[in-house]
């Protein structure tokens, strides 16, 4: 043990070096991955091209010491037929000693070589650049299109993308090479000897192509299939692994289990069709490969037998069919590999390929808030149904003032918040910001000036501390637990102890947050946006999860984040924003009233309706 380390020391730079060829992160491209299956593999191929060619004259190099190996086979025994005698070194050493270097020193510096460009190099970097650049061109699809999917499936579709393009392309460059050399060496040599040697190859290489052509389209469209139905069974049970507590809750494990099994089964029912086509293949390849072994032999002995080939002859032509059949088994193994790669790519493209529909404009500005002012010009906005949701809405909100939007479920309330931010666009109208038209900035600009506290908090799978972070990445830690603080966070935190035993800020929470309550949720999404302090405030039942004493002890704290603030607050809970400076009554995706509390109150419309069916609090005419 104790030399192993000078070794492994000796050799990392040379690993390191291979290594670096293919950058995992390279600059990211905005456009759309193409949609063809050839145009979607050159454009993640093509950038790494030196390295896909550097293997592929490597695997032609080696293909070809390989079969030379074979004549040198032939030759020794064509030797050794010769009298023997004392000078036979001296007459073939020099034969010999290069026949000796080329497989010592030659085969095992290719092989090494092989081995690095596609081991160091491209198994590692091509395929986890490829699922960067997959995941950043995804990351950025609009709410909808992640709405309209399971986050399961299109994170294995991203996963398992960019291993088949790898394989495929690595196999292809291999079974390429192997099919030309061997076949093409095996014809020329068989040549040499007799051209009738040929015949046997010649037609069992026509057999095989037609073979091929047969087979392969039917094996890569029953692989697309297989792999859609393994993307669906995926899908169905990673959506109930991120639900398990409504699994549990609702009690219908059997339910459940059917639904995933009509997944599996479908998924068996195609895998079945893929593998019969395997099957098939298999065996008409076993007969093919069986004749040509047999003719090759029988020729090569009945031409020794007339005196026209030597045995050294014989040795090649046996040797080399046998690798051939052995090789030819092998590619088509890699042949029905290439296409299933290539199928899992057709699948994972159908997600992967998809035009953004929030995009940033063309020479789209960065927004910087001075005033804080919001207004709404005629808006439409339906979800591209034909109608409803929201319609021809206009809505000034001045800077600084404090709004409430109120109205029954489905007004189209988180709409218009949804909209705002840009998760969706409009379909006309506009919303600008200080008079700067949202559709013409950037979306990261724009939500970095707009602080957000959700109803639905959920939690990245991370640390209490990566989670308040996200508010703002610099912010210091005295500066972090002083946001704590006013949220009323304080008093939880320091006792959390995760699984593995991280404590406090450190401790992790769980998928969307799952370890804490939902008032605890609630108080670190509030720390979250004190942390950030946008100018602009969007609160969409910012306080529902959180019992009356708690609201009521972070209520001063929720005064101080929304002091000097534009601030956008939607509650059911009407006590909580009566205190607003104006309140918004939406119906139908229309604003039917607005006004102060105590002017809605006193003029008897939906607000007072909704108002006298609220049992909790009473707020005074002059809160």
């Given amino acids: 043990m104790g030399q192993s380390r000078p070794v492994l020391f000796t050799v990392a730079p040379m690993f390191r070096w291979f290594e670096s060829l293919i950058p995992v992160f390279p600059p990211l491209d905005p456009r759309m991955p193409p949609k063809g299956v050839a145009r979607f593999y050159l454009h ?52 010999l000693a ?75 460059v291999d079974a390429l090479w192997y099919i030309v050399v061997y076949t093409g060496s095996a014809l020329y040599l068989f040549a040499q000897a007799d051209v009738r040697l040929m015949l046997p190859l010649a037609v069992w290489l026509v ?19 297989a792999s859609e139905a393994r993307s669906k069974a995926m899908g169905r049970i990673v959506d109930g692994y991120t639900n398990i507590s409504t699994l549990k809750l609702f009690a219908h494990a059997g339910r459940e289990q059917d639904y995933v099994a009509d997944s599996f089964q479908e998924l068996a029912v195609k895998h079945r069709a893929q593998t019969r086509i395997t099957s098939a293949m298999d065996l008409t390849i076993a007969i093919v490969n069986g004749l040509l072994i047999v003719g090759t032999c029988g020729l090569a002995l009945w031409l020794w037998n007339q005196g026209r080939i030597s045995v050294g002859a014989i040795t090649v032509a046996t040797g080399l069919v046998i690798r051939i059949h052995n090789m030819s088994g092998w590619i088509m193994w890699t042949v029905n590999g290439i296409f299933e790669d290539i199928g899992s790519v057709q699948d994972g493209m159908e997600t992967i390929a998809q035009p ?78 200080d008079g700067h038209d949202i559709a013409r900035i950037t979306q990261e600009s724009l939500r970095a000036q707009i602080g957000v506290v959700t109803q639905d908090t959920s939690l990245l799978h991370r640390s209490i501390r990566d989670n308040l972070l996200y ?7 005295e500066q972090l637990r002083a946001a704590v603080a006013k949220a009323r966070a304080d008093g939880f935190i320091d006792a959390l102890v995760d699984g593995q035993g991280r404590h406090g800020y450190d401790a992790h929470v769980g998928e969307r947050g799952v370890k804490l309550s939902g008032g605890q949720r609630q108080r670190i999404a509030i720390a979250r946006v004190l942390l950030k302090d946008a100018p602009v405030l969007v609160m969409d039942e910012a306080t529902s999860a959180l019992d009356s004493e708690v609201e009521a002890a972070i209520q001063e704290s929720l005064d101080e984040l929304m002091a000097g603030k534009t601030v956008i607050a939607i509650a059911h809970r009407l006590s909580t924003i009566a205190r607003m400076d104006r309140l918004v009554v939406m119906d139908q995706g229309r604003i039917v009233e607005t006004g102060t509390h105590t002017e809605l109150v006193a003029a008897g419309g939906l607000y007072a309706r909704l108002w006298a069916r609220q049992t909790g609090g009473f707020v005074a005419a002059d809160a």
Avoid at 75 to 93: E, K, L, T
Avoid at 148 to 166: H, P
Avoid at 207 to 225: G, L, N, T
């Fill in 471 to 477: 508010g703002r990445p610099d912010a210091t830690d």
């Fill in 98 to 172: 290069w026949m000796a270097g080329i497989t010592l020193l030659l085969r095992p510096l290719l092989v090494g070589l092989h081995n690095l460009l596609v081991n160091q190099a491209i198994v590692p970097g091509l395929s986890n650049r490829s699922r960067w650049l997959m995941h950043n061109y995804v990351v950025r699809q609009s709410l909808a299109f992640f709405q309209n999917d399971f986050a399961g499936r299109i994170a294995n579709r991203v996963m398992q993308t960019g291993t088949s393009l790898r394989e495929s392309a690595v196999q292809m």
């Fill in 356 to 433: 953004l529909t929030v995009q940033d404009h063309p020479g789209a500005g960065v927004l910087q808030v001075t005033a804080g002012a919001v207004e709404f010009q005629n808006v439409h906005f339906h979800y591209g149904k034909r109608g409803g949701v929201i319609a021809g809405l206009n809505l000034v909100v001045k800077p600084g003032e404090k709004i409430g939007l109120v109205g029954p479920s489905g007004a189209g309330k988180s709409t218009l918040v949804n909209v705002l931010l840009r998760l969706y666009d409009l379909e006309s109208g506009r919303i600008l910001i």
């Fill in 44 to 95: 993640y191929l093509l950038p790494v091209w030196p390295v896909l060619l550097a293997t592929l004259v490597a695997g032609l190099a080696l293909a070809v010491v390989e079969v030379a190996m074979f004549d040198f086979l032939g030759r020794i025994v064509d030797m050794v037929a010769d009298q023997p005698g004392a000078d036979f070194f001296a007459r073939h050493g020099v034969t």
């Fill in 207 to 225: 057999v095989y192509v037609a073979i091929m052509v047969v087979f392969v389209p039917r094996m890569k469209q029953r692989a697309w299939v």
